[in-house]
């Protein structure tokens, strides 16, 4: 009585090998067919499949995690630049060493997007850089590193006296108003969760679709007052870069980047 179940089980998995092998044949196609995308010799699908299986089954991989430590970690960036800056305002006239410390963190802000903004898109991910700027989300990330780039270049070229009067006046508030309205048009979670979030009744069918879509109203939120916090900094730095401001007072607008910071690692999704 124990060999025909053997001998059905024996069937099954012979019939279970070819399935598995088209599968993995029409995904490495798949792969090669996507822009950026090289195809992947079939000695080595299994492989790297079992490899990034693995990549996927850690949490720190997940992406609503790798999300919010990058929010929070970028939070921490700011706290520290605000600090530095507040630092370096509360020291005047006397002008230091100091003042440099607050663009090199903003460089040290740019090199930690640049690793960390999308864990499947180059550098760290499989995804070519070329094919990541089709992507709506990752090209939203890489303007946003341009523009953390952008800040930092300018704050390094304030500290060297080397801007000319306007551009040291309205470049940083420039830069920032275009990243504040930015984030009112950033995107998470596709195309497909724009669209149930445009029609949330139809949308939300079932208890993962009510949770994607809650999770993505609270990004919103946070979004929104990152954009709040944004508007602040940049109307307070302004006054101060434009000479409406001058002395130790000039460096309140230190408090709004602080602010932002501390509001930023508290990020949740």
Known sequence: MASPPRAVAQDS????????????????????????MQAVPANR?????????????????????????NHRMAGWFLLLWGLTAL????????????????PAVLFGLA???????????????????SASLHNPEDLQHRIFLLLVILIAVVELLRA??????????????????FGAVYLFFHKHGGPEMEAAMSNPQAAASGSAMQH??????????????????????VAAKLLADAGYIRGRKAALWSVFAITLGAYMIGYVE
């Open 111 to 129: 090199e930690f997007l640049f690793f960390r903004n999308d864990p499947e898109a180059w550098p760290v991910g499989p995804m070519s850089f």
């Open 45 to 69: 699908q299994a492989s790297s499949g079992a490899q990034h299986s693995t990549l996927l089954d850690h949490p720190w991989c997940e992406d609503t995690t790798w999300s919010t430590f």
């Open 13 to 36: 998995s012979q019939a279970a090998k070819p399935a598995s092998s088209k599968n993995a044949e029409s995904g490495a196609q798949g792969m090669a067919d996507m822009p950026g």
């Open 160 to 177: 060297a006296d080397r801007l000319s009067k306007p551009m040291a006046a309205y470049a940083l508030p420039a830069l920032g108003t």
């Open 212 to 233: 994607a879509m809650a999770s993505m109203a609270l990004v919103k939120h946070e979004h929104l007052w990152f954009s709040i916090f944004g508007f602040a900094l």
């Open 87 to 102: 630092i370096a305002g509360l020291q005047w006239p006397r002008r230091t060493w100091v003042r440099f410390v607050p």
